[in-house]
């Protein structure tokens, strides 16, 4: 009975979370049908509710945004309303902050969230990993006189939130694991390991020294 029991929460509980999560992101989306004057809402329109339109809608909006924005009349309406929020204190702090670190991750030659590491946190011998977040940290690497990187340690299983660090690059262990297999064992508080072919590291490494 346990094995059965066992079994069956291994196929149900990770399809439930599944399910429920994008629930969650479906209804979020679709409360941007809000945007549709009323009367021309899909809803209205139908007569009943079709979960999903919101989805569509996003993509419309951000993607017709893009083809505004790449263009050059589109860049100087982003100039103009960048300018307009400068002048205000505090959306000026909160939009220049979220702005730079999207186009930091989002950037291809970014190294934000591209490699995982090891490192002892909180204390010496204690290990947990963490991720790359750049390796610029501009006068703080001057005062400290090292080469530091800049390091975010998540908390689990809420990956959202964790803790900033500029640790030492001496005292950091880059792993081989992927950035998704790096969630996916935080997440999972270390249950979910990912898969390591030693053999094949040490071939890699000899070959590319």
Known sequence: MKRYLIAGLLVWVPLGVTVLVIKLLVDVMDRTLLLIP??????DLLGFHL???GVVLSIIVVMLTGIVAANLFGKQLVGLWESFLARIPLVRSIYSGVKQVVETVFSSSGQSF??????????????TLAFQ???DVGEAQ???GRDVVNVYVPTTPNPTSGFFLMIPREDIIELDMSVDDGLKMLISMGVVVPHW???AAARASLENP
Do not use: F
């Open 114 to 127: 591209r490699k995982v590491l090891l490192v002892e946190y909180p204390r010496r011998g204690l290990w």
């Open 51 to 53: 979960p999903g339109l």
């Open 38 to 43: 009323a009367g021309y809402r899909p809803d």
């Open 142 to 144: 001057t005062l400290i």
């Open 197 to 199: 072919d030693s053999a």
């Open 133 to 135: 977040t750049g390796t």
